[in-house]
T-cell receptor, first 113, second 110 residues
Framework: GAGVSQTPSNKVTEKGKYVELRCDPI?????LYWYRQSLGQGPEFLIY????????DSGLPNDRFFAVRPEGSVSTLKIQRTERGDSAVYLC???????????FGPGTRLTVT | KQEVTQIPAALSVPEGENLVLNCSFT??????LQWFRQDPGKGLTSLLL?????REQTSGRLNASLDKSSGRSTLYIAASQPGDSATYLC?????????FGAGTTVTVRA
């Protein structure tokens, strides 16, 4: 079956602009996660959704970052007033429920110039 | 806060040698531990998942051990091949979130 998909695969934006990153989880997976991977580092947790609600958003770096999952399936990570330090690969994962294995998408590479 | 460390950061071996990759974590109250492979510019491919109650897990040439009490895991790759060249990441799971190490970048020379 289809895995986790993320769009776009690459995004280049200017400092100060707004961006949206999309994640399509595996069908039927109730749990969805966003991670951020900076160059040379492992992924870092950003936010976890159980269904439509954000169960844990403690990893979001500041209030410029926001994520939604309005129908409990597709999720969008939104970044306002982008900064060069936001440049990274943003990874999305989903799982059947929190106790099950997480499956990762290919990521969106965000470059802020 | 869970801290995950991977040593060494990079490793270069000739083809055919066995690989030993180390991972340590600070909080032993984990749900499971997972090893991933990441090729340059690509996403994460899960290799092995070890539940906290297990001591090891095997898949083909890969074997991973887990010593939860000492906060350590080791990934063994037997008879390495050039196609094994990649970055290997370990991650520990507590409740729902994964905490990752920075990875070990492996180069297998033909």
């Amino acid at each position: 079956g289809a895995g986790v998909s993320q769009t776009p695969s690459n995004k280049v934006t200017e400092k100060g602009k707004y961006v949206e990153l999309r994640c399509d989880p595996i069908s039927g997976h109730t749990a969805l996660y966003w991670y951020r991977q900076s160059l040379g580092q492992g992924p870092e947790f950003l936010i976890y959704f159980q269904g439509t609600g954000a169960a844990d958003d403690s990893g979001l770096p500041n209030d410029r970052f926001f994520a939604v999952r309005p129908e409990g399936s597709v999720s969008t990570l939104k970044i306002q007033r982008t900064e060069r330090g936001d440049s990274a690969v943003y990874l999305c994962a989903s799982s059947l429920d929190p106790s099950y294995e997480q499956y990762f998408g290919p990521g969106t590479r965000l470059t802020v110039t | 806060k869970q801290e995950v460390t991977q040593i060494p950061a990079a490793l270069s071996v000739p083809e055919g040698e066995n690989l030993v990759l180390n991972c340590s974590f600070t909080d032993s109250a984990i749900y499971n531990l997972q090893w991933f492979r990441q090729d340059p510019g690509k996403g994460l491919t899960s290799l092995l998942l070890i539940q906290s109650s297990q001591r090891e897990q095997t898949s083909g040439r890969l074997n991973a051990s887990l010593d939860k009490s000492s906060g350590r895991s080791t990934l063994y790759i037997a008879a390495s091949q050039p196609g094994d060249s990649a970055t290997y990441l370990c991650a520990v799971k507590d409740d729902y979130k994964l905490s990752f190490g920075a990875g070990t970048t492996v180069t297998v020379r033909a």
